[in-house]
């Protein structure tokens, strides 16, 4: 008899297709959501890290232009109306403001620096939100996922058991494939939560670098306007 139940176990397909199609419609609705939210989160980790990588890189270009020794009125000109990169658009809202503070005849308006200063913290908290968007999805996934593979494994383990009370048989043939859709849930489940934890806190730390760079830069930049103000 154990023979017979082994031999019939061995037939059974247990490939994630095969696991997948013989799930009750619940446990194919909790799958298929995990898969769309696994896929969504890569999406959006490797859409982060291209948007990074640029960040970056356009911000050592323009902290050379910066720092070269050229007038800032020839940098603004040069960049113009259109910035290429975030340390450009702050720069950029910094010097719009400082021109606009200056009255016909020469002279500064009243509370020009702090106008510069909210500007400035304007055009970082705009990027804060570029660089910052979809990072939400990625925590909710990390925090979620496991849950709802976990329903479906409950889902798949009660479907198992009616499986074994409608048969009234408890061998290794009835009860191995409810069990093994039931894990395969949790599984996804984890498969989508793990590398959604973990890039949620690098690029949540990335960001953190990266904006910590730009009101850095909006500091030095303020001291460097306020120095010309005072003279």
Not at 181 to 210: C, H, M, Q, W
Request: no cysteine; hydrophobic share 45%.
């Amino acid at each position: 008899m154990e023979t017979e139940t082994l031999a019939l176990a061995q037939e059974i397909d247990f490939s994630f297709l095969a696991l997948f199609m013989r799930a009750t419609l619940t446990v194919k609705l909790v799958m298929g959501l995990l898969i769309v939210a696994s896929f969504w989160s890569w999406s959006i980790i490797i859409q982060k890290h291209i948007t990074y990588r640029k960040s970056r890189r356009s911000a050592e270009v323009f902290d050379r232009s910066f720092w070269s020794g050229d007038p800032l009125d020839t940098l603004f000109d040069k960049i113009g109306n259109e910035p290429k990169g975030p340390s450009e658009t702050v720069f950029v809202a910094g010097m719009q403001e400082w021109k606009r503070s200056h009255r016909q005849d020469g002279g500064l308006i009243a509370g020009a620096h702090a106008r510069i200063d909210r500007t400035m913290d304007v055009a970082i908290a705009k990027e804060s939100e570029v660089l910052n968007r979809g990072l939400s999805f990625l925590a909710t996934v990390g925090s979620t996922a496991p849950f709802v593979g976990l329903f479906g494994t409950v889902w798949g383990i009660k479907n198992a058991f009616e499986q074994i009370a409608m048969q009234q048989s408890s061998n290794l043939a009835v009860v191995a494939p409810g069990i093994a859709e039931a894990l395969l849930a949790t599984g996804l489940g984890l498969l989508a939560a793990i590398p959604a934890v973990v890039f949620y806190n690098k690029l949540s730390a990335d960001s953190d670098r990266i904006l910590g760079g730009y009101e850095s830069f909006a500091d030095e930049f303020s001291t460097i306007l306020s120095r010309q103000l005072d003279s």
